[in-house]
């Protein structure tokens, strides 16, 4: 009762046309209703009532916005009909541990055009023979049964699980700004120490400098051989030179 009145006085106190996300987890429902929830939630579009002891959805709201309802741990058992007609936006549906024994029940799911995941984990429906396999071609619409696909790959792990649109949208501003890390690089580049603005000025100016190093050590190298060989030649002249003055100075001793 006080778990009751504490989530009543919050719906109360919040202006119910701003909230977009609600949870009402564990919070005991009165005659299939949670007194407080209505009409007025326009913008809603995250809502979960997981174990409130929920029997049917006869007097769930018009929610129009709504993509994600979580309603496990209650008593369902059908009417999900009225799904379809309040909620007809639903892209996500979890419906596990409840009350759902046969096809026929889920069939009223079909008018979900948008839904594409579907949880009925813990029902008594998931022990019928073939179970994955006619879920799929009742609902063609969705993608993921229980977290998995048909081919058994793992839904992602989102809780904020937006729509493809949106996904477009972030898959282009990331294309638009650039591989992941690039601009990373470029900051390691400019805590270096460098003077230069952008990390591509600093690998063109680099590689000239070092372009010029090279040529310089190459002038260097030949400017050492060159001169070498002029010290080469003068030692040579000068021992040509001596030769021919020991034999003018042999003569002349012989004169002597």
């Known amino acids: 009762m006080e778990m009751k009145k504490r989530i009543t006085l919050e719906l109360r106190n919040r202006a119910p046309e701003k909230v977009t996300e ?4 564990n919070c005991r429902s009165s005659n299939g209703e949670i007194e407080g929830l209505n009409d007025s939630f326009k913008e809603l579009e995250f809502l979960s009532m997981a174990n409130v002891e929920l029997t049917s959805l006869a007097k769930l709201p018009t929610l129009s916005k709504l993509r994600k309802l979580e309603l496990s741990d209650n008593i369902i058992s059908g009417g999900l009909e009225v799904l379809a007609e309040r909620c007809p936006n639903l892209t996500y549906l979890n419906l596990s541990g409840n009350k759902i024994k046969d096809l026929g029940t889920v069939e009223a799911l079909q008018n979900l055009k948008n839904l594409k995941s579907l949880d009925l984990f ?3 429906i998931t022990n019928l023979e073939d179970y994955r396999d006619s879920i799929f071609e009742l609902l063609q619409q969705i993608t993921y049964l229980d977290g998995f696909d048909q081919e058994d790959n793992e839904a992602p792990d989102s809780e904020d699980d937006d729509d493809e649109g949106d996904e477009d949208d972030d898959d282009e501003d990331e294309d638009e700004a650039g591989p992941p890390g690039e601009y990373e690089e470029e900051d390691d580049e400019d805590d270096g120490g460098s003077d230069l603005g952008e990390g ?3 690998e063109e100016v ?3 400098y070092l372009m010029k190093e090279e040529i310089q050590d190459e002038d260097d190298d030949d400017d050492y051989v060159e ?3 002029d010290e080469e030649e003068e030692a040579e002249g000068i021992r ?3 030769r021919k003055r020991d034999p003018e100075d042999e003569g002349e001793e012989e004169e002597d």
Do not use: I
């Not at 609600?22 to 987890?25: G, K």
């Open 227 to 229: 001169e070498g060989g």
């Open 200 to 202: 591509e000025e600093e």
């Open 206 to 208: 680099g590689l000239s």
């Open 122 to 124: 813990n029902c008594e």
């Open 22 to 25: 609600l949870v009402l987890d």
């Open 240 to 242: 040509g030179e001596k």
